[in-house]
């Protein structure tokens, strides 16, 4: 089993930045793709990012590209989202989950995915 543990969320201002943590524990050899997914409410959990960790391959949404930028800390077994010129349309849960098939570039499908953090809540007012 694999547990994900997600942190660095909060309140902050249009135009403001954020930097999420996603921490993975237990197998984790057993993982490759690591991902961030969002749900606002009244709407789909959707693909925000993604990430490989044996050769760093990212993938975004179109909403966040050239804003977000995904990476990973392989040492630490910890993936992370840094989020800039954040906008009221970005308020969600932010979700953290990971794959355990070996891709050579992460899946933007959220069936894709095997473990699933608690998430955390990104408020970004107007």
């Known amino acids: 089993q694999v547990q994900l543990e997600e942190s660095g969320g909060g309140l902050v201002q249009a135009g403001g930045s954020l930097r999420l943590s996603c921490a993975a524990s237990?197998?984790?050899?057993?993982?490759?793709?690591m991902g961030w997914f969002r749900q606002a409410p009244g709407k789909e959990r959707e693909f925000v990012a993604g990430?490989?960790?044996?050769?760093?391959?990212?993938a975004y949404s179109d909403s966040v590209q050239g804003r977000f930028t995904i990476s990973r800390e392989n040492a630490k077994n910890t993936v992370y989202l840094q989020m800039n010129s954040l906008k009221p349309e970005d308020t969600a849960v932010y979700y953290c989950?990971?794959?355990?098939?070996?891709?050579?570039?992460?899946?933007?499908?959220?069936?894709?995915?095997?473990?699933w953090g608690q998430g955390t809540q990104v408020t970004v007012s107007s």
């Open positions: 237990g197998r984790t050899f057993t993982i490759n793709p």
């Open positions: 990430i490989t960790w044996s050769n760093g391959r990212t």
């Open positions: 989950a990971a794959d355990r098939t070996y891709t050579s570039s992460p899946a933007q499908r959220e069936s894709a995915y095997d473990y």
